[in-house]
């Protein structure tokens, strides 16, 4: 980030990374003025953008406006480096040209790409394309084609083109494989020296009943004076793993494994991430330890950490321990006493460890989590959403005790490392979100007090209004990002935090554990530079965050294939969204989200905006349509070049009030233009009763 000096009169410039939202703005940080505090935001209309895209490096000016709520607005003046210059699309010929439409909303145009049936191409393939002129107000976008993926409906065809979209790297290269055999050639599981033996312990996986690779596990001893001794072991990566050595130097530049839908693109090889590290079954295997002492109260009031060497009793997945934890004398020859003792034990801590965690102050928001089957060729056959049971709480709370356990420790030695944080959200924002919910009849007086935002979102959760009010609480808040400046974790009310249970697949936990390691043999122990954290801290904030949109692309694209073979069918809905352009609806069985713009919802009436209560109604019908309501909506379209569905509201919903009741509130767009058009030919005509809806 660099400021180029101005004289008073005139407006400050910055160059740096630019974000850019779904809907064209952007967001650029501002360089903060003390190292300890984080950065400001600039809001970038989409207008001010120049065609600038996420990540790209650009020289912004601060504009002497304000959005609504105080924050500063920039234009973007120039765009100095592009992020990526690879995108993916589908291929069609015009005017005797290849061409090809760039999927999204990135670019209104579609690219040139030169003659057609380069590499084969046919029209309607989904290509790879190298950007060679970035589309400008005078001159059109074009490119080249690197690569042909196949026809968009061909099996696997989808998961190329996400992979391909966020650059996601796939194969490993040779020197990676290599090191990764000769660690397999060197590892001995009979070899415990220097180790703490914890063989012969009772210990047990909880994971997804999916999931490939297995890197933490649990212990747990009761005490005589009626407290506890958690032990969470996590698998040693770092022992496999040398510092800058090719395994290490892959794994930073991946930063984290990617979990699509159907297939994993992990952050190490499957030699060390479904073998050598993998926590399997009745296998000795090398974990770095956490033996954390809690009071009978939950009060953690000693910690130490062992290099260890474990052999995992019986591993379980999360819906076996729900079962288990219901009825543990019904499973009794079916697993073993000492064994379900532990699991009934470890789910007594873990309430007690939830319960402070919440009394400090702790959120949880309560969105759903989707899990969708695939069937022959990776299409959906059906979409769910999880259940997060008492039997993932309880692996949720262990982890949390370990990663804070972690962080205080490193703390307290005055070392600089990699802490997960979650800045504090803004004020202003959290003002409109309690704004928002008084809208809905909820009073929130105290928003910046985490507790009451808890209650309010235990209060509406199981109810219409729980999606929309969560979500608009998750928008209040700040991104979670890595770095090593001191600062709390807000959702989780923690003071010191970092990622410690996941080395497998997450590369700021293997750097944690070289520090865990080196204290736990003994050694003197230097925590991470400055510089060094500084820009660690970007880069798998990053790559983590790369692989969230990703996971997220490809499940909207496969939800809009299976949801393309459904148009003309009725489901029903949730409105999670209300402007005055129209009503946003949500899926209940199917997750598909569109905006059904106000002139859809009736051609034959003009609809008025209450921002208050958050409603359109209509004047002549009476309808109304408020956020919470669950209405009927027909599958009209699929775009899948734009990944777009659009949903028609039945005529039979909507709340129906007596005509002439409703409160005026805001009128929708349409007709605020046909009626500046009224005033102007004279007021003596009257009012005109128009379709300005159609």
């Not at 415990?192 to 690779?213: F, K, Q």
């Not at 230097?526 to 996971?551: F, I, P, Q, Y």
């Amino acid at each position: 980030m660099t400021v180029k000096k101005r004289s008073k009169r005139e407006v400050a410039e910055f160059e740096g990374p630019v974000q850019r939202t779904g809907g064209g703005a952007g967001f650029f940080l501002l360089p903060s003025r003390a190292a300890e505090k984080p950065s400001a935001e600039l809001f970038i209309a989409a207008d001010d953008m120049r065609g600038a895209l996420s990540g790209d490096t650009v020289r912004v000016k601060m504009l002497g406006r304000r959005r609504r709520g105080g924050q500063r607005c920039g234009e973007v003046l120039r765009v100095l480096e592009r992020s990526t210059t690879r995108f993916v699309g589908r291929y069609f010929e015009r005017a005797g040209l290849g061409w090809v439409r760039v999927d999204g909303t990135l670019f209104a145009d579609p690219v040139v790409v030169g003659d057609p049936g380069a590499k084969g191409v046919r029209p309607g393939d989904q290509v790879v394309l190298e950007m060679l002129h970035f589309p400008e107000w005078n001159q059109q976008a074009e490119g080249v084609l690197l690569e042909v993926l196949g026809p968009r409906d061909q099996s696997g065809v989808d998961e190329l083109t996400i992979i391909h979209e966020f650059g996601l790297p796939v194969e490993f290269p040779d020197d990676v494989l290599v090191e990764a055999r000769q660690a397999v050639a060197a590892f001995d599981e009979d070899n415990l020296d220097g180790r703490l033996d914890l063989t012969s312990e009772t210990i047990v996986t909880i994971d997804p009943g999916d999931a490939r690779d297995f890197d933490d596990a649990i212990s747990l001893e009761t005490l005589d004076d009626g407290g506890w001794r958690l032990g969470v072991h996590i698998a040693d990566v770092s022992h496999f793993v040398v510092p800058g050595g090719a395994l290490d130097r892959e794994a930073r530049r991946r930063g984290t494994s990617v979990y699509l839908p159907g297939r994993v693109l992990p952050m190490l090889p499957e030699l060390i991430s479904n073998g050598l590290a993998s926590l399997q079954q009745n296998r000795v295997r090398y974990v770095i330890s956490a033996l954390i002492e809690f009071s009978e109260d939950g009060i953690p009031r000693d910690v130490a950490f062992a290099r260890a060497a474990i052999r995992v009793t019986r591993r379980f997945s999360y819906e076996q321990v729900g079962e288990i934890l219901a009825d543990p004398d019904g499973f009794r020859g079916r697993v073993a006493a000492p064994v379900r003792r532990l699991l009934v034990e470890m789910h007594q801590l873990s309430r007690v460890l939830r319960r402070r965690r919440f009394a400090a102050g702790a959120l949880e928001l309560h969105l759903p989590e989707l899990k969708i089957d695939l069937g022959a060729g990776g299409r959906v056959e059906a979409v769910r959403e999880t259940v997060h049971d008492e039997s993932h709480q309880v692996i949720e709370e262990f982890m949390l005790a370990a990663n804070s356990a972690v962080a205080s420790t490193l703390t307290d030695r005055g070392l600089v490392f990699l802490r997960r944080i979650h800045p504090s959200p803004n004020i202003t924002k959290l003002r409109q979100f309690a704004t928002f919910v008084g809208g809905l009849g909820f009073r929130l007086d105290r928003p910046q007090s985490r507790p009451a935002l808890q209650k309010l979102l235990d209060k509406v959760e199981g109810g219409p209004l729980s999606q929309a009010v969560n979500y608009a609480l998750l928008r209040s808040f700040k991104q979670a990002e890595y770095t090593g400046r001191e600062e709390e974790h807000y959702a989780l009310a923690l003071e010191n935090y970092c990622h410690f249970t996941s080395p497998i697949r997450r590369y700021p936990d293997l750097t944690i554990h070289r520090l865990i390691a080196s204290l736990a043999s003994g050694r003197r122990t230097r925590g991470l530079s400055a510089s060094k954290v500084d820009r660690l801290g970007r880069s798998c904030s990053l790559t983590a965050r790369r692989a969230e949109k990703a996971e997220r692309a490809l499940v909207r694209l496969k939800l809009l294939m299976f949801v393309r073979e459904r148009i003309g069918q009725t489901i029903d809905a949730i409105i999670t969204g209300v402007e005055k352009f129209g009503v946003i609806c949500r899926g209940m069985s199917i997750p598909i989200e569109s905006l059904v713009h106000v002139r859809e919802l009736d051609d034959n009436d003009f609809f008025d905006f209450d921002r208050g209560e958050l409603t359109l109604t209509g004047r002549r019908s009476g309808r109304s349509f408020r956020l919470g309501d669950q209405v009927r909506v027909k599958i009209v379209g699929v775009n899948l070049d734009r990944r777009t569905v659009e949903l028609a509201v039945d005529q039979r919903s909507g709340r129906v009030q007596r005509p002439g009741t409703c409160r005026r509130g805001e009128t929708s767009g349409d007709e605020k233009k046909s009626s500046k058009s009224r005033r102007g030919k004279g007021r003596r005509k009257g009012r005109r009763r128009g379709r300005g809806r159609r």
